[in-house]
């Protein structure tokens, strides 16, 4: 579990189906030649949702 100011980029966070997705578009991404792709975040907790949304508003 990660912290509520720390972003999750793990894939291994993600459902089994999520995972697969996400290396699937890595492998269509690199055979059409595109080399940058990366995953920002992976899993939002309920906890970090609040912590983002409370930003700018408190």
């Known amino acids: 579990m990660t912290s509520i100011t720390?972003?999750?980029r793990d894939i291994s966070e993600l459902l089994p189906a999520a995972q697969t997705a996400c290396r699937l578009l890595f492998q269509e991404c690199f055979k059409a030649g595109i080399k940058n792709v990366f995953i920002t975040e992976t899993?939002?907790?309920q906890e970090r949702k609040k912590y983002l949304y409370a930003q700018g508003r408190t």
Do not use: A
């Open 6 to 8: 720390t972003t999750c």
């Open 43 to 45: 899993y939002r907790s």
